[in-house]
């Protein structure tokens, strides 16, 4: 879907606008408090619904081995580029196939490729020169894709390291002819670096039981780049990557969900990668996924409100888009309408639930993962504080999409190359 920038810009102004309108009919009208607690009630259900479900269990048919094609998007690559081709190399697949692109690459991330990738038939380099074709991850993806003769593709980031058997494990959920895409639980590498690394460890720990829970009532479970699987037919039946994202997975995802596919989200096995280091790489990285996850639900708002999807699926997104998307603006302008009034915000119930909701996800995420009672309410609320930054996050980058159209371009994450390369680790 190629959506006008400018049209984009106007739908956002238009969400500002009725979230302006929606506060100033609860603070109008005498029943304003009584909407306010029935709104967060309705999100305590959901909440309720998506804790206490119980983790599907799926068997898979071990034998399914089809075709696979490995993708990578590479652009100033240089201090992981060995180690990336280093672990394809050791993964343990019959039919197997690698592509890598240097996309107009500064630095020696092509050479570094190069050199990695001798005697290996299996991969195959691409070098896209700048300005030769269109910018954007997804547009490399796709060139890739139009190359790649697997039946399953297998999209990693630059910084990415999985098991040796990582695809005998995974591509088997593939025999389910229904399923379109699967995603792996990410983990964060260098989570004892510091407290911006420790935070997002304990993100992906909330990401990964979130997205178990989610599909366990019926939910969409969401793909998350690296670590995806995406079957090609599927992939080419939707006309490949949207072009005209910044985040070519989230938009995948409700394209598939859309179309009739299912995802399944796994927690293991795993893909490690680095977590950023500072809160100024943090706030580049999330308002780029904030756009992104905003920036599909203006796309598709037409086939959503439309149920294209079934009514499980729909309304799981919908609460999900409020939590994580519209509170956190539609509790500011909550905020500024109370001043005058010096009483507590009208949204605060929905305010708290949500937070609650975060806070008993960080810490069931940890003891999913065995992580011991005492530090994982710890963690939890390390966590939480963390991710406080998401609120500002969010109405910065929301505030900023009705002021000015997104130009696209590729804002990668700089990786800094300093795990193990042998895998021994794994």
């Known amino acids: 879907m190629l959506e006008n920038p400018r049209t984009r810009q106007l739908k956002t102004v ?23 607690a029935v709104l967060a009630l309705l999100v305590a259900y959901y909440a309720a ?36 081709v280093a672990m394809l190399k050791r993964l343990r ?38 300005g030769e074709g269109p910018p954007g991850k997804s547009a490399v993806l796709n060139e890739l894709r139009a190359r790649a003769t697997g039946e399953i ?10 098991e040796p058997e990582f695809l005998n494990r995974t591509v088997p959920y593939f025999a389910d002819p229904r399923l379109g895409a699967l995603q792996v639980r990410k983990q964060i590498q260098n989570a004892d670096l510091n407290f911006w690394t420790r935070g997002q460890a304990a993100e992906m720990l909330l990401d990964a039981f979130y997205q178990e829970q989610r599909q366990a009532i019926g939910g969409t479970a969401e793909l998350r780049g690296n670590g995806q699987l995406v079957r090609s037919s599927a992939l080419e039946a939707l006309g490949g990557w949207n072009e005209a994202t910044v985040t ?34 943090l706030w580049r990285q999330r308002s780029r996924w904030a756009e992104g996850g905003f920036q599909r ?44 009034e010096r009483g507590v915000p009208y ?10 909701l975060g806070g008993c996800g960080f810490y069931l995420g940890q003891r999913r993962f065995d992580v011991p009672p005492g530090r994982a309410a710890r963690e939890a609320l390390l966590g939480t504080v963390y991710f406080l930054h998401w609120f500002a996050v969010i ?30 680790r794994l």
């Open 14 to 36: 238009l969400v500002w606008a009725g979230l302006m309108l929606f506060v100033a009919v609860l603070h109008l009208v005498p029943s304003g408090q009584i909407l306010s």
């Open 49 to 84: 619904r998506v804790l206490f479900a119980l983790p599907e269990r799926v068997k898979v048919d071990v034998r399914y081995r089809p075709r696979v094609s490995v993708l990578v998007a590479a652009r100033n690559e240089e201090a992981v580029a060995a180690q990336l």
């Open 93 to 130: 697949y019959a039919d197997l196939e690698v592509w890598i692109a240097d996309d107009g690459s500064s630095d020696r991330t092509y050479a570094r490729l190069n050199e990695a990738a001798q005697g290996w038939p299996a991969l195959h380099l691409v070098r896209r020169i700048p």
């Open 153 to 162: 593709l297998v999209v990693f980031d630059a910084d990415a390291t999985v």
């Open 248 to 281: 070519d997975d989230l938009d995948l995802t409700l394209q598939l969900h859309l179309a009739g596919w299912q995802i399944r989200f796994v927690s293991d096995p795993c893909v490690y990668e680095e977590g950023v280091t500072s809160f100024a790489a």
């Open 297 to 340: 639900y203006l796309d598709y708002a037409g086939p959503l409100a439309a149920n294209r999807m079934g009514t499980a699926k729909t309304i799981d997104q919908l609460a999900f888009a409020l939590i994580q998307y519209l509170m956190p603006p539609a509790a500011l302008i909550d905020g500024l309408f109370s001043l005058p």
């Open 347 to 356: 949204l605060t119930p929905v305010v708290l639930v949500a937070t609650l």
């Open 395 to 424: 109405v910065f980058k929301l505030a900023r999409m009705a002021l000015q159209p997104k130009k696209l371009v590729w804002v990668k994450t700089a990786h800094q190359g300093d795990r193990d390369v042998t895998g021994s």
